[in-house]
């Protein structure tokens, strides 16, 4: 199984500061026929998970352009410019290229 | 509206059996990939099982296969999950998610305990 590592696990922020998340993969996550498959997703407490990245950096639609996904082969960061109160709450990166699709420990990103 | 409403949780004894179901609102199952997803309490999350919406091709994780089937009903417009010889640490919310997780129901809770 491809294991996907995250760091850190948990990230005090300042509110209005950038924040940094690394999500690397055990081997590359470069598909067969030359996608990435590396999502990231959000969740609140008590809340569904929601999607922000697909393919590594396509934002999803209603997603605040503060957040950015980046990266290629197996190291892939998230990025939010400028932390809002509304982002605090666990961060997981997945991916969706090899069988077993396997996520991230996760990242709970909490304010200072 | 897109929506995922998932149903059939509750609590049965290790061993035992349940099946899940996910309600389709606004849009057609037939036309996609579907997953079910679990996060055990307190942990994070973990992916259960695909199904392709073109061929219905199944996948399943190491954790669960052999004992959990996912089928959908397109009349029904409504995907399951046969939950078999369920253990302790099946205890979770499970949540079906739509394609590459774009869409997420709210989740059904599954508690296993004797």
């Known amino acids: 199984d491809v294991v996907m590592t995250q760091s850190p696990l948990s990230l005090p922020v300042t509110l209005g500061q950038p924040a940094s998340i690394s999500c690397r993969s055990g081997q590359s996550l470069v598909h067969s026929n030359g996608n990435t498959y590396l999502i990231w997703f959000y969740q609140r407490p008590g809340q569904s998970p929601r999607r922000l990245i697909y393919?590594?950096?396509n934002r999803d639609s209603g997603v605040p352009d503060r957040f950015s996904g980046s990266g290629s082969g197996t190291d892939f960061t998230l990025k939010i410019s400028r932390v809002e109160a509304e982002d605090v709450g666990v961060y997981y990166c997945m991916q969706a290229t090899h069988w077993p699709w396997t996520f991230g420990q996760g990242t709970k990103v909490e304010i200072k | 509206e897109v929506q995922l409403v998932e149903s059939g949780g509750g609590l049965v004894q290790p061993g035992g059996s349940l099946r899940l179901s996910c309600a389709a609102s606004?849009?057609?199952?037939?036309?996609?990939?579907m997953n079910w997803v679990r996060q055990a309490p307190g942990k994070g999350l973990e992916w259960v099982s695909y199904?392709?919406?073109?061929?219905?091709?199944?996948w399943y994780a190491d954790s669960v296969k052999g004992r959990f089937t996912i089928s959908r009903d397109n009349a029904k417009n409504s995907l399951y999950l046969q939950m078999n010889s369920l253990r302790d640490e099946d205890t979770a919310v499970f949540y079906c998610a739509r394609g590459h997780f774009s869409v997420w129901g709210q989740g059904t809770t599954v508690t296993v305990s004797s």
């Open positions: 199904m392709s919406g073109l061929t219905g091709s199944t």
């Open positions: 606004g849009f057609s199952i037939s036309s996609y990939d």
């Open positions: 393919q590594v950096s």
